[in-house]
């Protein structure tokens, strides 16, 4: 597998431009970029453009024979991929979408990986989710989105374990919840899954604010190579912690470092604070795409 391009050299391609954030797009930008920009200005996007681009600064072109093979089912469309989201993400959620096939899954990874999800159509689900179920429910919700085949082991959500491998790791494992609807759409996928969290009691659990050079600390730590060991250098903060509270890290395309986002996260990382999660499970809302 071969490393991650540079957006600017995108540019200097045939492909078609992908809109990326904090750098300047190259001309009018297209209705299939547009339509996942929000009229607010708050953008959860890293990149957006169609999957042939997308592929090409993943390094993975190879996967555009699925596109011109009238035999398989994906085609040429546009995709946003979320800011915070690890590499290849966007082929992970193809692969969940059955749009590619695990002999294509073989040769990117050593092992076929399930990522978090992604939403399409986003603001036609937005304003129905918004309309329909969260403006009756009053405040104080926190959501999780995810895919349909990850809903199937729910039960595994509220047991942490300390690995190497999880998916879902800025702040270590656990449960990741957000407040921003926006961002939990981005990750469930258009026909994924919302489970909306309201009125978490916190109080009894030791809530710890990541903010400056802890929330640095952290991120860099379970974003970081391949640990060994793992268990046992678990960082102090972590380990005392039920709940950890911070910025989701977003890419930062220049300095290729991370950064605090615009959103925020709640992660439980201890049982206790599954299970505060588990007792504040409101709702469940499965995405239609269909409709």
Known sequence: MRDARDIL???ATDYQPVWAAGIE?????PEGISQYLYEDG???????GPLSSLFWLEGVEELEELIRDPAYV??????????????????????????IPATFMDKIYEEPTKLKGKKNNRDENYVDLMNTFINSLGGN???KGLSRPSIVSLASLFAPLVSSNTLQNEFGPGLYATSSLKYALDYAGPD????????????????????GEDWRTT???WTGATISNVSERVPALWERSDILQGQISVKDLRSKQRV????????????????AFASALHMIIWLDSSR
């Open 141 to 143: 919700l926190l959501y």
């Open 25 to 29: 797009f190259p001309g009018v930008i």
């Open 42 to 48: 708050k953008q959860v996007s890293l990149f957006i």
């Open 9 to 11: 050299d995108l540019y």
């Open 260 to 275: 605090p986002g615009p959103d925020s996260q709640v992660v439980g990382v201890s049982y206790a604070g599954l299970n």
């Open 74 to 99: 994906l085609t040429d469309e546009y995709r946003s991929i979320p800011q915070g989201s690890p590499r290849l993400w966007i082929v992970s959620i193809l692969f969940e979408e059955g749009k």
């Open 192 to 211: 994924g899954v919302i489970l909306i969290f309201k009125d978490v009691d916190f109080r009894p659990l030791v809530k710890t604010d990541l903010a």
């Open 219 to 221: 991120v860099d730590y």
